[in-house]
């Protein structure tokens, strides 16, 4: 978003905003055609008027692979390292754990580039693979004890760049230059760009004179130290950001305890703005559900509606630098959402007791809703009065110096004045509700809310470090939700008809015995009649034959309903001897069922069993005639081989013959398994008679029973026939997709002989299927198709 928040002709230069900073006066004679600007987040924002940003090499570098930017320039190294003032303190210091130990101010001077100091503390303390946990605990050790000061470089003990100790050296202070023990890190820094910068000669000569370390190590001797050998630089740097991300929120919790109950940085910022859109989604979608009323659903769904859209404002401008034209626009619009809200609240307030289709809002409320549009322009167009806000957009640092006037305190008034009221609209509407004491936690929460409003305003940090808009958001939600809980908001209405309408005889009465609601004709009944029918509930009870009395206890009194039973108890008479007489004919007709059902039993069985014989007695002849042969034959092992795949075939046949009795369809997992196993038992035995075969296959469907059964024949006719003539080698592939299915073959020349017998053809062509034999020059292809149609599919 950041191209969208200026314009420019693109020749400025940002650098970073710090004290002690010779460098701009250095780039305005290396690029004496470009201006100089000052920024405190220079690397999101390259914006459209910045031919270039100052950036560390860690930042640099994935913006080159990122696309952000064309153009990486290092000009300088930065090593984070200790400045002791020995003319103000006598402490030794070597390393970063020697901190801990002193009882005088530490400096701290990262204030903008914290990451970089805070991550080579913590490469001191830890090593290659640190975590800022020792970190934070130094510097909270140090905070604790007052002993921190945060960027500033008066304490006799700085924690800074090289740099910057020494420019502080030239200006005349007796600093130490220490480069801690334990380790450190040194960065190189440097101009980032869309564009090729053309720097002016001698470059490196003004960068030295003006107290920087180029990155080849050349320097002003007498201002650096002369060994850096424990600096490391990193090598990684998509691992370096990747530890960084957590660190912000870490620094802000654990040492400036800051951000303790709210998020801490842009990553925790928009994940918790993310969090809170899926909350108001789903409370939305919740109450949607829960009520029948057709306002609370409309004001539910328009309150949502600005919460979401309020908070996606919010996460779009803070996407933009701070002082971009557009994010204060985007912040001014704020105002838009959190003056709609009371606005809704107080629709939904009026329509309470209205009828459902009585939508259209009164004439205060329409003239209140072009009294606050107003108040949203005043907002939207501060920039032309100030009367909002104070803001001088001269300064670079408006966007954190700006005062609240007095049309500010009017916005305040108008958003949460109109929910006080309407919580006390809410409260005289709904003074019947037994439950008074429930009132309590709206009420609350609304206190709570303007309190937290107020402290807001008044810049109070517990309240001015959180995020206004999701707490909006939260407590809104909070009200509504508890409003709804506690029958201020109904979740149904028009209880009164309801009743008054009712076909049954009901009535709901107090604590007090007092009946609030009834139906028109309610029966009347004594004290006596009612307490037992409390005592049973949930059973009903009975006062006269033809009568059932209910009784549930409710918040606040009970409720009765009594249900006429005389037509029931004609019938139930009438089923008695219905019954009675179904019951003697029940016993005879069961006795007759049992008989006939066995006599069909056993027919089924006789019958099923004939079929059988039918469809392998001539197998079995045959089975019994190559049994025979095998004590005889030259080649016994061969007829063996033989006789075991005429009887896996027979075995598989009749597996199939009973599947197709049971289902006309098999499964896809079930053609799978016959593909797998029953083709596969063939092949393995043909290999035994000389018949090499290659099988696959491809199952996508379920397939026809009967289908499955007569391919299978074939194969094994194919086989058969293959083993008697010797013909060695065969392709198979079985197929079945979307109802259609078949079997094909390859095999040598010699298969243009092979005729299926008489019985497999006539089956084939029962079941629909294409039978067909095609010489292919050096091989014979033989197929068996099934299309859609046939027998089993219409």
């Given amino acids: 978003m950041s191209g969208c928040a200026e314009n420019g002709g693109g020749k400025t230069i940002y650098s970073f905003i710090e004290e002690n900073r010779p460098y701009a006066e250095a780039l305005a004679q290396i690029l004496p055609s470009y201006t100089f600007d000052k920024s405190n987040r220079p690397i999101p924002s390259l914006q459209a008027d910045a031919a270039a940003v100052e950036a560390f090499d860690v930042q640099a570098l994935p913006a080159l692979e990122n696309g952000v930017a064309a153009y990486w320039y290092p000009q300088y190294l930065v090593t984070v390292v200790i400045a002791v003032d020995s003319g103000k303190t006598d402490a030794v210091i070597r390393g970063w754990g020697d901190l801990s130990a002193v009882n005088e101010m530490v400096g701290y001077a990262g204030l903008y580039t914290w990451e ?26 140090l905070r604790e004890k007052g002993c921190l000061a945060m960027n500033s470089f008066e304490p006799a003990i700085v924690i800074c760049y090289d740099y910057q100790a020494a420019a502080m050296i030239r200006e005349g202070r007796d600093l130490e230059i220490v480069v801690p023990a334990g380790g450190t890190l040194c960065f190189e820094r440097g101009l980032l760009s869309r564009e090729a910068l053309d720097f ?93 009323q057709k306002s609370v659903q409309r004001s539910a769904l328009l309150t949502g509606i600005a919460l979401l859209g309020w908070v996606i404002v919010r996460a779009v401008k803070w996407q933009l630098p701070a002082t971009a034209t557009l994010g204060r626009y985007l912040w001014f619009s704020y105002y838009i959402f959190q003056l709609a809200l009371p606005l809704f609240i107080l629709w939904l307030t009026w329509a309470l007791d209205r009828p459902a289709d009585d939508g259209i809002p009164p004439k205060w409320l329409r003239f209140l809703a072009v009294c606050y549009g107003a108040l949203a322009i005043l907002n939207l167009t501060n920039d032309l009065h100030n009367f909002v806000f104070q803001i001088d957009l001269s300064t670079s640092t408006w966007a954190n110096d ?178 009675r007489k179904l019951a003697a004919a029940d016993a005879v007709l069961a006795e007759e069922e049992n008989i006939k059902r066995a006599i069909t039993e056993e027919t089924e069985r006789a019958h099923l069993i004939a079929r059988l014989e039918e469809e392998i007695s001539g197998h079995v002849s045959t089975l019994s005639g190559m049994i025979e042969r095998i004590d005889s034959a030259d080649d016994q092992a061969r007829e063996a081989a033989r006789a075991a795949l005429l009887l896996c075939y027979m075995k598989r046949h009749c597996n199939l013959f009973f599947r197709e009795q049971e289902s006309d369809m098999l499964s896809a997992d079930e053609m799978t398994l016959f593909a797998a196993s029953y083709f596969d038992e063939l092949v393995s035995i043909a290999s035994h008679l000389g018949v090499k075969v290659v099988f696959t296959s491809g199952i996508k469907s379920p397939f026809p029973a009967r289908k499955a059964n007569i391919i299978y024949d074939f194969f094994y006719a194919v086989i058969e026939w293959s083993a008697r003539r010797e013909c060695s080698g065969m392709l198979a592939n079985l197929k079945v997709a979307a109802g259609e299915g078949g079997l094909h073959l390859m095999l040598p020349q010699e298969a243009l002989a092979f005729v299926p017998d008489s019985g497999l053809l006539a089956a084939i062509h029962a079941a629909g299927g294409v039978y067909a034999l095609q010489d292919l020059e050096d091989t014979v292809g033989i197929s068996l198709s099934f299309g859609k149609g046939g027998e089993a599919n219409g």
């Avoid at 008809?497 to 609030?516: N, Q």
């Avoid at 009395?549 to 309903?561: D, M, Q, R, T, Y």
Wanted: proline share 4%; net charge negative; aromatic share 12%.
């Fill in 200 to 292: 002016s000669d001698g470059a490196d000569s003004l960068l030295i004179a003006a107290g920087y370390r180029l990155p080849d190590g050349r320097c002003d001797q007498t201002l650096y130290p002369a060994s850096y050998a424990n600096a490391a630089r990193v090598t990684d740097h998509h691992r370096f950001n990747t530890i960084c991300l957590g660190g912000g929120a870490l620094f802000r919790r654990a040492v400036l305890k800051v951000r303790l109950y709210t998020t801490a940085d842009g990553r925790e910022h928009q994940l918790g703005a993310l969090l809170y859109i899926i909350i108001v989604v789903v409370w939305i979608t919740s109450v949607v559900y829960r009520t029948s």
């Fill in 402 to 579: 700006y005062s609240e006037m007095a049309g500010h305190v009017i916005t305040q008034i108008a958003s949460y004045a109109p929910i006080a009221a309407a919580l006390a609209m809410m409260m005289i509407k709904s003074g019947r509700n037994p439950r008074k004491k429930t009132f309590i936690f709206p009420s609350a929460f609304f206190i709570v809310f303007a309190v937290y409003n107020i402290g807001y305003v008044a810049r109070i940090p517990f309240f001015w470090e959180s995020d206004i808009t999701i707490a909006t958001g939260i407590f809104t939600l909070l009200i509504f939700e508890t409003s709804l809980r506690t029958g201020m908001i109904p979740v149904n209405s028009k209880y009164a008809a309801l009743f008054a309408h009712s076909p049954l005889s009901m009535r709901i009465v107090g604590s007090d015995g007092i009946s609030t609601l009834s139906s028109a004709s309610p029966a009347e009944y004594d004290n006596a009649v009612l307490s037992d029918a409390m005592a049973s509930r949930p059973q009903p009870v009975r006062p006269d034959r033809n009568t059932l009395l209910f009784a549930a206890e409710i918040a606040g009194g009970s409720g009765f309903w009594q249900e006429d039973i005389s037509e029931l108890t004609r019938l139930h008479a009438d089923l008695e001897e219905s019954v």
């Fill in 116 to 141: 970089m100091m805070f991550a080579a503390i913590a490469y001191g303390l830890e090593g290659e693979d640190f975590t800022f946990d020792s970190a934070a605990a130094l510097l909270s050790l």
